[in-house]
């Protein structure tokens, strides 16, 4: 079972809901990719926001627009690695 379970998905604004399987705490995800693979960065949110970003897509996509400006890393559940990618 994968550890990131996706609840919903915006594919025109490029980022996802869901819970981690580990946890069970709310994310929200972007996708991003270095110079060799293509992945997702999930970032921690808290039960009140997922439930407005839920409700309100505006909402969650002007988060995943500062997650891509970098502006929550420190909500990131997974360290990036040395060779982090860029959002897409």
Same mark, same amino acid.
């Given at each position: 079972?994968?550890?990131?379970? !996706?609840?919903?998905? !915006?594919?025109? %604004? =490029?980022?996802?809901?869901? &819970? /981690? #399987? *580990?946890?069970? &705490? +709310?994310?929200?995800?972007? +996708?991003? &990719?270095?110079?060799?693979? !293509? @992945? *997702?960065? @999930? @970032? =921690?949110?808290?039960?009140?926001? $997922?439930?407005?970003?839920? $409700? /309100? %897509?505006? $909402? #969650?996509?002007t988060?995943?627009?500062e997650?891509? $400006?970098?502006?929550?890393?420190? =909500?990131?559940i997974? &360290? +990036? %690695?040395?060779?982090?990618?860029? +959002? =897409?």
């Amino acid at each position: 079972m994968p550890r990131f379970m !996706d609840t919903k998905v !915006d594919r025109e %604004g =490029r980022w996802s809901l869901g &819970a /981690d #399987a *580990e946890t069970a &705490a +709310p994310f929200l995800s972007i +996708p991003v &990719a270095n110079r060799m693979v !293509d @992945y *997702e960065e @999930y @970032y =921690r949110l808290s039960e009140d926001e $997922a439930r407005r970003f839920e $409700a /309100d %897509g505006l $909402a #969650a996509r002007t988060f995943a627009d500062e997650c891509r $400006a970098r502006q929550h890393d420190d =909500r990131l559940i997974l &360290a +990036p %690695g040395s060779d982090r990618g860029e +959002p =897409r």
